[in-house]
């Protein structure tokens, strides 16, 4: 029933190593994200594709990589993790860019 | 480019007493405005938007915010406070042809019995 699902809910992981967080949304929307909030509570925007074409992709390293294999899925891929990735990843989506967005719960990801 | 400020990063109030906590954006195109509220160690939950038409929007657990377009304002308000309602409150703006939302950083609210 959970309509924005995120996968793992907690990551701890090494500096130097690469993680993938999974986003699954059954909302039948065209429009996914990708949010960061920092250890301040601050929310930005990092990624977002409309049916599978990346359409914001902000000022983000390159270490991250989203992938859209379909519609309903949006993936963010992270290589040679740093202390600073530390921080709670957010999925959203939406049907169109100004419609709603709805959250996913979170991926909380601590690099020690 | 759009942006938000939301005044105050910490709002204490008493239970039954009223809630207001303030947001200002900034848009060069008529801008949707939102209010999201997180729980501790939860995702976002829309709590009420503006789109167009009226600028009075009522939304869930009794609150509701005005769009004031000659102040730039969108504040959000609820008449009497209730302890579920602490939490982390989030104003955002996303202009009429984007799909960038803008948030604001944020305002801590708690209740006090």
């Known amino acids: 029933d959970t309509a924005v699902s995120q996968t793992p809910k907690y990551l701890v992981t090494q500096m130097g190593n690469d993680k993938s967080i999974k986003c699954e949304q059954n909302l039948g929307h065209d429009t996914m994200y990708w949010y960061k909030q920092d250890s301040k509570k601050f929310l930005k925007i990092m990624f977002s594709y409309n049916n599978k074409e990346l359409i914001i992709n902000e000022t983000v390293p390159n270490r991250f990589s989203p992938k859209s294999p379909d519609k309903a899925h949006l993936n963010l891929h992270i290589n040679s993790l740093e202390l600073g990735d530390s921080a709670v990843y957010f999925c959203?989506?939406?049907?169109?860019?100004?419609?709603?967005?709805?959250f996913g719960p979170g991926t909380r990801l601590l690099v020690l | 480019a759009q942006s938000v400020t939301q005044l105050g990063s910490h709002v204490s109030v008493s239970e039954g007493a009223l809630v207001l906590l303030r947001c200002n954006y900034s848009?060069?195109?008529?801008?949707?405005l939102f209010w999201y509220v997180q729980y501790p160690n939860q995702g976002l939950q829309l709590l009420l938007k503006?789109?167009?038409?009226?600028?009075l929007v009522k939304g869930i657990n009794g609150f509701e915010a005005e769009f004031k377009k000659s102040e730039t304002s969108f504040h959000l308000t609820k008449p009497s406070a209730h302890m579920s309602d602490a939490a982390e409150y989030f104003c955002?703006?996303?202009?009429?042809?984007?799909?960038?939302?803008?948030f604001g950083a944020g305002t801590t609210v708690t209740v006090r019995a």
């Open positions: 959203a989506s939406s049907v169109q860019g100004v419609e709603t967005q709805y």
């Open positions: 955002a703006v996303i202009a009429s042809n984007d799909y960038k939302l803008s």
């Open positions: 503006y789109t167009t038409g009226a600028t």
């Open positions: 848009s060069s195109v008529p801008p949707y």
